[in-house]
């Protein structure tokens, strides 16, 4: 399995690590959770297909720590979040917590009982910020050895495993503003367009990693799946996600062209490239006509609501045509 392989989720890694155990529910335990992931079993073979990976980047936030030194949260508050001034955006680990809470388990709330710090250190967050984050969900996460099961959860990452390591993975955890994300977005785009730009990677590395590079990718594959996805909404049909059947594309971390690019709705072009996660949040940026387009929202609090893939796909879709992009 290479790094290659991690970026674009063809290691054949499986989904998730199992939940049906007690290991760091009571209790955070990173170590387990770094074990666990680095002897996770293949269900495919490593480059046969794109599959979805929480483990893969579990292991590349691992590897950031090991070849920088620093916690993970630490490392990309310093040389990301600060840089860009994405001032509301951080991880929350409950054992940085400043300010009057209590833990159910590795689950964070406020505690009205308890004490106050004048001033939070240097590395900590205030416990102030959960009045200002929607909630999560009922936690559902293993009932019977869950000491939070059926709480609130606010201001703790509802991805099982991120949670188990103590709310920092490189699959999850981070807690942000629609404005910030905006931030983050725009100073990706300037960077990749050549303009003066304070995100922290070059413009080559933002080429490549904003390009397919899948393991046995071709010429000409954008080319195709654009094709493809034109005349299919020329012809006022359902587009296929992936454009053309069995040709994933993926760059570095970003989604261009598989089963989760519904969000790029009908009128950006293949070549755009996004992020989804589960909880219902998009970012899909489009360097072509230099514009991006957010959506935060929740899913999963309460259940039983329809995708909002399709609906965040909606969403940029009347955005291009309120921009005029691509003759709309």
Request: net charge negative; proline share 8%; aromatic share 8%.
């Amino acid at each position: 399995v290479t790094l290659r392989m991690l970026l674009t989720h063809t290691s054949g890694i499986g989904g998730d690590l199992s939940h049906q155990c007690p290991g760091g529910l009571v209790a955070a335990d990173r170590d387990d959770g770094i074990h666990r992931a680095l002897t996770a079993p293949l269900e495919l073979a490593p480059a046969q297909a794109f599959h979805y990976s929480d483990i893969n980047f579990i292991i590349l936030g691992v590897l950031v720590e090991r070849l920088t030194g620093e916690p993970l949260d630490d490392y990309v508050q310093e040389n990301v979040f600060a840089p860009l001034g994405m001032t509301e955006t951080r991880y929350l680990p409950a054992a940085k917590a400043c300010g009057p809470y209590r833990t159910y388990g590795t689950a964070i709330a406020f505690d009205p009982n308890g004490s106050s710090a004048a001033a939070c250190p240097d590395g900590t967050w205030s416990i102030d910020l959960l009045g200002r984050i929607a909630p999560t969900a009922h936690d559902e996460d293993t009932p019977g050895i869950n000491p939070d099961f059926d709480h609130l959860l606010r201001g703790t990452v509802h991805d099982p495993t991120a949670r188990r390591m103590g709310g920092v993975a490189g699959s999850a955890g981070v807690f942000s503003t629609v404005q910030d994300v905006g931030t983050f977005a725009q100073a990706l785009l300037d960077r990749l367009a050549g303009r003066p730009s304070v995100f922290p990677l070059s413009q080559s590395t933002l080429q490549l990693a904003t390009t397919p590079q899948q393991p046995g990718r071709t010429e000409g594959q954008l080319a195709a799946a654009n094709d493809a996805f034109r005349q299919s909404v020329a012809l006022n049909r359902e587009p296929n996600y992936p454009a053309i059947a069995g040709q994933d594309l993926r760059g570095f971390g970003w989604d261009i062209d598989t089963p989760h690019s519904r969000p790029r709705g009908t009128i950006f072009p293949i070549g755009s490239f996004g992020h989804t996660g589960f909880t219902g949040v998009t970012m899909w940026l489009d360097p072509g006509s230099d514009s991006y387009v957010i959506v935060l929202a929740n899913v999963i609090h309460q259940r039983g609501g329809p995708p909002v893939a399709r609906l965040s796909g909606q969403v940029a879709t009347a955005a291009a045509r309120a921009l005029h992009l691509y003759g709309s």
